[in-house]
């Protein structure tokens, strides 16, 4: 969950952060290792009090932005120039960007006034770009970070669609199945008795009731629908949900492969900005499951002790064969940045790969389930009409 910070950095200003940790200690210590003394920490409730980054194509952003300063231009005319472009809120936001860029501000920490907008990888990332006074390799960096990962999240996107929009529609064939029709040959049995299948008498019964009172059986779905858009957004629903598919091989293996993809590239991110690795590692925490962050907390421990990053990486499970190869030859040649970032790039390959297999299996096989789930229900209507036949034969 998200935590609005308070506290004070080593020039003694003030500084607000939204920082993603599991509690309030863990806010607490990404906090310090920010160098931020801590003066507040409450959590943030979804939606209340802070302008989303929706509404603020963060992106769009730092493309521009980019284009311009690559252009030669300084970032306060650049930021000029974004504000004559904007209209409406995201005026406001580049136009107060400008005017802390005016009285002096570097413009990492302009961006870090509004951390509910901008994140804290990119605020990072340009404050140790200011240390040369080039925001162009910085900036670059983070949009490719973005559109990358927004990549993965695309062709998992896509993978579950074709079986979500298969289980809709098989939804309302057995609902108009069980609340239309199957009253209709209720009707045709009901002097049959005792004599019908407890299946199908119990398959009758349920579609009486649904005809019967079609409101209040839409008012049900409808409400099965709004707990599972809730539940889909719960922290807590969403770790249960994460625990019962590790259960899964297959699907363990995406997840994981996801995961690591994501902590990798967000670390290559801050370790190319010249953000110090136990800083870096302090920074990701807050991006892991609740299962994996111990160990990172464990492998920046080592780290800071002076143990390697791959041997501690891979002492807490937190890297692949591929991955441990990758980190142990970046730290030999000196760019484990790169090799950092080659990590990402190899398992994010992994997660596409294995979510079109996912893709190509599971949609079948949901057809399969359903397919089976309609055909019983047509099978327990017919089912009184062949034993009558049998009786008259």
Known sequence: MKFRVLGIDTNAASQVRILDAADDGSARRQAAALGLAVLEVRPVAAGRGLLRAGAFDVDLFCQELLALLTAGVGVGEALETLVAKEQGVRRDVVDALLRAVREGRPLSAALARRPEIFPI????????????????????????????????????????I????????????????????VPRFADVYKDMGDRLPAASRAMLWMGQGIGSNPFLACALLASMLAMGIVAARS???????????????????VLAAAEFARLYRTLALLVHGGIPLVTSLQIVRGMLSSRLAPRLDECRRLVSEGRSFSSSMAEQGLVTVVADRFFRVGEGSGKLAEMIDRAADFHEEEVARSADWLGRVVGPAMMLFMGTLIGLVVVLMYMPIFELADAIQ
């Open 162 to 181: 074709y079986p979500l929009i298969l289980l809709g529609v098989s939804a309302l064939v057995l609902l108009f199945l069980l609340g239309y029709v």
């Open 121 to 160: 990888l990119l605020t990072e990332s340009l404050r140790a770009a200011e240390q040369t006074s080039d925001y162009g390799p910085a900036l670059s960096r983070f949009v490719r970070y973005r559109a990358l990962s927004r990549a993965v999240r695309e062709k998992l996107l896509a993978a579950s």
């Open 235 to 253: 922290e807590r629903f969403r770790a249960w949900l994460g625990g019962m598919l590790q259960h899964i091989p297959k699907v363990r293996e």
